[in-house]
């Protein structure tokens, strides 16, 4: 049973455009989600985070929006640079936990 | 945010044999973790290495396959024992950090096993 999900494997978006990567959850008892970016070889890198109680969250270039009552998170990147081509996974923590629960990533490529 | 490392960077290793991946910190932090990422998956959480005490492991793994240490609040090690081509995954050591009230979790380079 995957609880977190990200359905779209991969993403293309031409340079200066904006990239949307999303990531959908099943478990209500989540309350806090992170973004993190991965390039090959390297650890994942923390991008930006939202609490539950919040809907938006902004940090430069990254914007990240929860719907609750969806249960949807997405991420914003604009404008896109040819360097923000990665794997982006979405994780999702237990409240009272320490433990995240991650998604299986989506490849962005952006094109110069 | 932590500086984390790892040692190997990467290794190739026989069936049946065993791994020892180590894991610095620049800091002393209190929580750290142990991930493995398979091909093509997304990262899964093996177990939460305890200071001074044993590590305790998220269902599906076992204290005689993946055993930890944490002898001090900057440094853990995992261990993959007799080991299998279904092992061939990336190992990443984890930890967090208190930023506000919440914690935030910061990752390693990990150590790309590849098991023959």
């Known amino acids: 049973d995957q609880q977190v999900k990200q359905n779209s494997p991969s993403l293309s978006v031409q340079e200066g455009r904006i990239s949307i990567l999303n990531c959908d959850y099943t478990n209500s008892m989540f309350d806090y989600f992170l973004w993190y970016k991965k390039y090959p070889a390297e650890g994942p890198t923390f991008l930006i985070s939202?609490?539950?109680?919040?809907d938006k969250n902004e940090d430069g270039r990254f914007t990240v929006f929860l719907n609750k009552s969806a249960k949807h998170l997405s991420l914003h990147i604009v404008p896109s640079q040819p360097g923000d081509s990665a794997v982006y996974f979405c994780?999702?923590?237990?409240?009272?936990?320490?433990?995240?629960?991650f998604g299986t990533g989506t490849r962005l490529k952006v094109l110069a | 945010s932590a500086v984390i490392s790892q040692k190997p960077s990467r290794d190739i290793c026989q069936r049946g044999t065993s791994l020892t991946i180590q894991c610095q910190v620049d800091s002393q932090v209190t929580m750290m973790f142990w991930y493995r990422q398979q091909p093509g998956q997304s990262l899964t959480l093996i177990a939460t290495a305890n200071q001074g005490s044993e590590a305790t492991y998220e269902s599906g793994f076992v204290i005689d396959k993946f055993p930890i240490s944490r002898p001090n609040l900057t440094f853990s090690t995992l261990t993959v024992s007799n080991m299998s081509p279904e092992d061939s995954s990336i190992y990443l050591c984890?930890?967090?950090?208190?930023?506000?009230?919440?914690?935030?979790?910061?990752f390693g380079p990990g150590t790309r096993l590849t098991v023959l």
């Open positions: 994780a999702a923590r237990i409240s009272g936990t320490y433990k995240y629960i």
């Open positions: 984890s930890v967090t950090q208190t930023s506000g009230s919440y914690n935030e979790q910061f």
């Open positions: 939202i609490s539950s109680i919040k």
